[in-house]
Nanobody, 125 residues
Framework: QVQLVESGGGLVQAGGSLRLSCATSRLTFSMYHMGWFRQVPGKERELVAAIIRGGSLTEYTDSVKGRFTISRENDKNTVDLQMNSLKPEDTAVYYC??????????????????WGKGTLVTVSS
């Protein structure tokens, strides 16, 4: 059974940094595009960042550009999200996702092939 397990969430003050990691198992990792999404109560899940299979292309939502960096290590089957200059509005549950189709990953929080269970990030003001 494929598993995506997020880690690295927690409480941080505004302006601080966190690094999220998503470890995958039983997934042909190099065949999948990967994404980080986030969701706050009462709102739809939104794409934060995505990275193409080989790692040569990334995409970010406007609100995190210049602050967040997505990266992947295909030999370790992991995808990370480095989050700097965090703001209270970044508070959310962050989810890792995998899909074979780039358009699906970047098109929003639709029916991804696989989802993790999420990790909570709380940014205090």
């Amino acid at each position: 059974q494929v598993q995506l397990v997020e880690s690295g969430g927690g409480l941080v003050q505004a302006g601080g940094s966190l690094r999220l990691s998503c470890a995958t198992s039983r997934l042909t990792f190099s065949m999948y595009h990967m994404g980080w999404f986030r969701q706050v109560p009462g709102k739809e899940r939104e794409l934060v960042a995505a990275i193409i299979r080989g790692g040569s292309l990334t995409e970010y939502t406007d609100s995190v550009k210049g602050r967040f960096t997505i990266s992947r290590e295909n030999d370790k089957n992991t995808v990370d999200l480095q989050m700097n200059s965090l703001k209270p509005e970044d508070t959310a549950v962050y989810y890792c996702a995998a899909d074979e189709t780039w358009r699906t990953i970047t098109g929003g929080a639709g029916d991804m092939d696989y989802w993790g269970k999420g990790t909570l990030v709380t940014v205090s003001s």
